[in-house]
């Protein structure tokens, strides 16, 4: 293995295939999307340079909407980061100081990120009914009439009803990095401060979250730009509806690249998708910077 490592004809021949694949999946479709956002193309045609009027038009559009679906996304990472991590981090510390059956719950939480989102999608579409869904059924059974809803089917109401499943999928996958986090803490910290008179609040809080920072920055930085580039999940719940109201990025790119044949305006979305997803990961660093950083 060594041999191998000091080897640099070695070196060049496995990592060559891998830079290759990554080239073909990665960079060349961001060139190619920041190339075709100058362009007026429709997909047939010949493509048309207009300079940068599409990103013009993309934030001074009214009818296109797109500082709303910003709007939209920054509110579900918001969401993410300060109701989906806490839970996820509440449940990794409570399961790994272990409860009973805890490779069973482990597992159990886990579960709904490891289903289709399609399935995910009928499931929560089925519960949200306004006729026969299990969550009016329910306000119908306790009286709560009044609070019945066509939940995806108003303006009002749509984007937290979209917003709720997507961030009940992915809470079990932010446990499962911040539980193996919390097993990897060598166990003779918490033991000493059990010693010296520490509760379990109190060595969670001055133990266990510090030495998870590096997880923390991890789970953040999937949370925020997962969210910004959200889409399948509301696409299979509302589509982007009702008139637009829980529409996000990705929603809205698709729209124009397959329902409007507007390519040139689509590759300006994923350019500034990509340019968010970079830019939070970079900022997201830079707070979490820790001492071996």
Not at 143 to 151: F, H, I, K
Request: hydrophobic share 55%.
């Amino acid at each position: 293995m060594n041999r191998v490592r000091r080897n640099k004809t070695a070196i060049i021949l496995f990592i060559i295939p891998t830079l290759i694949l990554f080239c073909t999946i990665i960079i060349v479709p961001i060139f190619m999307d920041v190339y075709y956002s100058f362009f007026k193309w429709n997909g047939m045609t010949a493509p048309e340079f207009i300079g940068a009027d599409n990103y013009i038009e993309l934030f001074s559009s009214k009818a296109m909407g797109f500082p709303r679906t910003i709007k939209n996304a920054f509110i579900l990472a918001g969401l993410s980061v300060f109701i989906q991590l806490p839970i996820s981090l509440f449940m990794a510390i409570v399961l790994a100081r272990g409860v009973k059956w805890e490779k069973f719950f482990v597992a159990l939480f886990f579960t709904p990120v490891l289903i289709s989102t399609v399935v995910i999608g009928q499931l929560w579409l089925k519960m949200y009914n306004p006729q026969y869904g299990i969550i009016n059924s329910f306000l119908r059974l306790v009286g709560l009439d009044n609070l019945c809803r066509t939940w995806l089917g108003d303006g009002r109401t749509a984007l937290p009803a979209v917003f709720v499943p997507i961030l009940w999928q992915y809470i079990g996958y932010h446990m499962l990095l911040l539980y193996a986090g919390v097993k990897s803490i060598p166990e003779e910290l918490n033991e000493a401060a059990k010693i010296d008179g520490a509760n379990s609040w109190q060595i969670a809080r001055l133990i266990t979250i510090p030495n998870l920072k590096p997880t923390l920055q991890v789970c953040t930085i999937f949370a925020i730009t997962g969210s910004l580039k959200a889409f399948d999940l509301i696409y299979v719940l509302t589509g982007g509806g009702p008139a637009h109201a829980s529409e996000v990025p990705s929603t809205l790119m698709v729209d124009m690249i397959f329902g409007r044949s507007r390519y040139g305006i689509g590759s300006t979305i994923a350019v500034f998708i990509i340019f968010l997803c970079f830019f939070f990961a970079v900022l997201i660093k830079k707070v979490f910077k820790t001492e071996v950083d």
